[in-house]
């Protein structure tokens, strides 16, 4: 949707001589009369076909002599049967341009699009913007597919920008609202295609949900906020970001506690690189129990601003059960041991800011900052990702917790002195929105 479809349906109409529109009797998103009108005011007349017969098209056609040219609209509600009357029309000789989504809102085949594809001299594939929006700027990608916005009870569910938008690959599960909500996080995982799933491995990640067992406090502007930094993956700027907030945040007279992730200390972890199944292990039950520490010490009378949020390390222990790097049976030890603590009476962030980057920007960072004892191919990298931001779409379903998602490919908060003015003052921006003033 959004992808000028109907524009150049009218476009194709105006420059023809006898020419018919049709358009499925049930799409009367911008007005009730007869016309192709597209979503930025254009518009053409039309006849409205009853989408279960599309054979009406052959019979109003025949009325017109010399007939040259026909286009039609929304090809996806009609029913299957308009692929013989469209060879019918290319048989006569009648050029015909029609223009439809190829996949639902759940990314499946949607009438009969797809299948007339084969028919056509030419398949003009359009692309909306991605409707996802950073704090810092909308996404740039195309958008490949249409998501939902609230939940519909059959495919054929008739909307505008009111129901439905656009999302390229990496946004559309962030964006798209499903029944299934979160029970199906593995579909949303988009592993790169080197990586596949033993059976018995994939049948063991189906059974286990993702971890959002925390909830903030109720929001009062009698307390201070209290906020989380996440990211895609390593090297997006966590740490650094957490450092830049709270500087930021002094320097307007604001009492700030920053909890950094304090590897340096963790025993297991350069042993947890030499391919070391038990030391992963060791290494990761390290890291969420001094994360479990952190957060149930907080500060009470101070801004407190959290590196990387636990769920994020169960995210990181997945992805290596997933790349094969710990072994199944110290997985389930992780997952007994992350689950033993009391998770569920530890309060959520009330904002949790999420950096993220494209995956050559990933890549090139990470190259980049390798510490001398780390030996981490690509694929962590990526793999990692995606979990996480598998994670990250149930958050709508499962969490009450205010999502900030920054974009860093082009924002250098590191060095750039507006960045870090601009990344507080979002923060700040979204706190005031929940009602917190200083």
């Known amino acids: 949707m959004w992808s000028d479809k109907t524009t150049w349906l009218i476009e194709k109409y105006r420059q023809g001589r006898r020419v018919l529109a ?90 009969p699009t797809k299948k007339l594809t084969r028919l056509a001299d030419e398949v003009i594939e359009g692309r909306a913007r991605c409707d996802f929006r950073f704090a810092n700027g909308y996404c740039t990608n195309p958008a490949k597919f249409t998501f939902a916005k609230r939940k519909k009870e059959s495919q054929l569910v008739v909307g505008a920008a009111d129901l439905y938008g656009a999302a390229c690959a990496e946004h559309y599960h962030l964006l798209h609202v499903t029944e299934t909500k979160n029970e199906d996080w593995l579909r949303r995982l988009r592993l790169p295609k080197k990586i596949g799933l033993d059976p018995d491995l994939k049948t063991y990640l189906q059974a286990i949900g993702l971890p959002y067992l925390r909830r903030p406090l109720n929001f009062s502007r009698d307390r201070y906020p209290r906020i989380e930094v996440g990211a895609d993956t390593m090297r997006v700027g966590k740490t650094t970001a957490v450092e830049v907030l709270a500087e930021e945040l002094k320097k307007r007279k604001l009492p700030v506690m920053a909890s950094l992730e304090d590897w340096h200390n963790n025993p297991y972890l350069k042993k947890s690189y030499q391919d070391s199944s038990l030391a992963l292990l060791q290494s990761q039950k390290w890291f969420i129990q001094r994360k479990y520490h952190q957060l149930r010490l907080g500060a009470e009378n101070k801004i407190f601003i959290q590196d990387v949020h636990p769920e994020m390390d169960f995210c990181y222990a997945l992805t290596n059960l997933i790349l094969g790097r710990m072994k199944l049976k110290h997985f389930q030890k992780y997952v007994d041991y992350f689950y ?89 921006k979204k706190l005031a929105e929940l009602g917190w003033r200083y």
């Open 340 to 428: 033993s603590l009391d998770w569920a009476h530890l309060p959520a962030a009330d904002v949790l800011v999420y950096l993220t980057a494209s995956d050559n920007v990933v890549l090139k960072r990470a190259h980049a900052s390798l510490r001398p004892f780390e030996t981490i191919d690509d694929n962590y990298f990526l793999v990692m990702k995606r979990v996480n931001q598998a994670w990250l779409a149930g958050t709508k379903y499962l969490l009450d917790v205010v999502v900030l998602p920054i974009n860093t490919d082009n924002f250098n908060f590191v060095t750039n002195k507006g960045a870090k003015q601009k990344l507080a003052k979002k923060v700040l």
């Open 22 to 111: 049709f358009k499925p009797n049930i799409d009367d998103r911008y007005t009730g009369r007869p016309v192709l009108k597209s979503h930025n005011g254009s518009e053409v007349r039309a006849i409205l076909v009853n989408k279960d017969r599309p054979k009406e098209l052959l019979e109003l056609a025949e009325k017109i002599a010399g007939l040259e040219r026909i286009v039609i609209d929304e090809t996806n509600f009609f029913h299957q049967s308009l692929i013989r009357v469209i060879e019918r029309f290319i048989k006569k000789g009648i050029d015909v341009y029609a223009a439809g989504l190829l996949l639902d809102s759940d990314r499946k085949e949607f009438g």
